[in-house]
């Protein structure tokens, strides 16, 4: 190339020749100079991107527990971690976490930058359960990780033994302690325990699922039937319905008749009844009179609970129950807390059984401090508190009893499949375990 330019510098002396000839040559030279630049420059960019992902992020791990009493904010709070921060954190992780089911001693993790501010947020139910949020723009995403778990179903077979209980009997043929509560639960509904005779027959099966084959993380009934010599023949099935948050996941007979046993709690801590259900002289106006409640003596101040799981539909005040608090139920009974001295909850708040509600106290109509518990069938009437032992869930009808019969031939048929996966292992009076992965 620079030998044909002096050629045609030698050959051609027009300036403006030689100046385009000139001019070109530097063009050219530039040319390479800022694709040279722009590869350096490339090169840079890529670098210092490698050099951002792979610089240690100095973020701070800190973690704490969920102590008596607690919720995620009050870990937060002792975490240190900002308002908003907070507020972002409860907001992005209610809908996937149930967070009115914490226990106690379960951990939460924060990872914060320098400046304080929370990029990622974690907690794990359990080994196999991770929930994430990750800070982005300023927001959190949301990101669970479930790790793979084993499923297993186990069917139980055994006898009363003479002398024995139902207990030690669901004990001696293997069934974990973890989930023998919930299969006398099961029973406890169509047999009276009082009831049971040696002899009487029992076939459980659970379902259990568990991380790493051996950790354990949740289990459920799937399937229970007693035959006794005086309480029958009684069968019991797990209805899981599309909405797996749905109050309608529980037991039923074939017919979808419900097998909840969702026992009464008592509403104060001491139960001295000053004045019971039924037609009294009353003690201000001297009058005979219908008592529609019971009347329990207590010092002011003792805390009051709901008697069982429901939705509160009345919190206020008037000048005969003073202070009170009405709670509806699952089968649309009407719990009455009167004479409050204070109310902890307002209407349309859920409450679960047990809850404490509020004060007892002696306000409107009242000689002293006592609690005043009325309860109001379905169909409005006052009842005797004491005559109701539970709460039933309504019987499933059309769609749902489809479902739930279609559900009952699987379980009749996945019980026969465990059972013979596994050959019968007589025990004295009992079979033990047999089990099948699914
Ligand atoms: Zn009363």
New binding site residues.
């Given amino acids: 190339m620079k030998f044909w330019r002096i050629s045609w510098f030698a050959f051609f002396s027009a300036t403006i020749f030689l100046s385009a000839c000139f001019e070109s040559g530097k063009i050219e030279s530039l040319d390479g100079e800022i694709q040279q630049a722009n590869l350096q420059l490339a090169n840079a960019q890529t670098s210092l991107a490698t050099y951002v992902a792979k610089r240690p992020q100095r973020l701070s791990v800190l973690s704490d527990t969920v102590k008596a009493g607690e919720g995620l904010y009050q870990v937060l709070e002792r975490l240190q971690v900002n308002f908003n921060d907070k507020r972002s954190i409860v907001l992005a992780i209610q809908d996937s976490v149930e967070l009115s089911n914490l226990r106690v001693g379960q951990a939460f993790h924060v990872a914060q930058d320098s400046l304080g501010n929370v990029q990622v947020f974690r907690y794990a139910p359990n080994p196999a359960t991770v929930h994430l949020l990750l800070k982005e723009n300023d927001g959190f995403v949301y990101k669970l990780v479930a790790k793979p778990l084993v499923v297993k179903q186990s069917v139980f077979e055994g006898f009363i033994a003479k002398g024995g209980t139902l207990h030690e009997t669901l004990l001696s043929v293997g069934i974990p302690a973890r989930m023998s509560g919930i299969v006398a639960g099961v029973l406890q509904c169509k047999i009276p325990f009082s009831s049971v005779q040696p002899g009487d027959r029992f076939r459980i099966m659970l379902e259990e699922s568990f991380y790493q084959d051996s950790i354990w993380i949740a289990g459920k009934v799937i399937y229970a039937e007693f035959d006794g010599r005086t309480v029958g023949h009684h069968e019991a099935f797990l209805y899981a319905d599309p909405d797996p948050k749905s109050t309608y996941n529980a037991h039923y007979t074939e017919s979808g008749e419900a097998l909840i046993f969702d026992g009464l709690r008592y509403p104060l801590d001491r139960l001295h009844i000053t ?1 019971p259900f039924g037609v009294r002289i009353h003690p201000v106006t001297g009058q005979r009179k219908m ?1 529609s ?1 019971i ?1 329990y003596g207590s010092p002011k101040g003792s805390p009051v609970y709901a008697v069982a799981k429901g939705k509160v539909i009345v919190s206020g005040y008037d000048e005969y129950s003073g202070n009170k608090i009405a709670i509806k139920h699952a089968d649309n009974s009407v719990s009455y807390y009167m004479h409050l001295s204070s109310r902890g909850v307002g209407v349309g708040q859920q409450v679960t059984g047990g809850q404490v509600i509020g004060r007892v106290g002696s306000t409107g109509r009242s000689t002293g401090p006592h609690l ?1 518990l009325g309860f109001k069938n379905a169909q409005g009437q006052w009842i005797n508190p004491k005559s109701k032992t539970m709460i039933a869930t309504p019987k499933l009808q059309g769609e749902r009893l489809a479902r739930l019969q279609s559900q009952v031939k699987r379980i009749r048929e996945d019980v026969l499949k465990t059972e013979a996966e596994t050959p019968r292992e007589f025990e004295g009076s009992s079979v033990k375990v047999k089990q099948r992965k699914i």
């Fill in positions: 004045s008592h409640g009347d005043h």
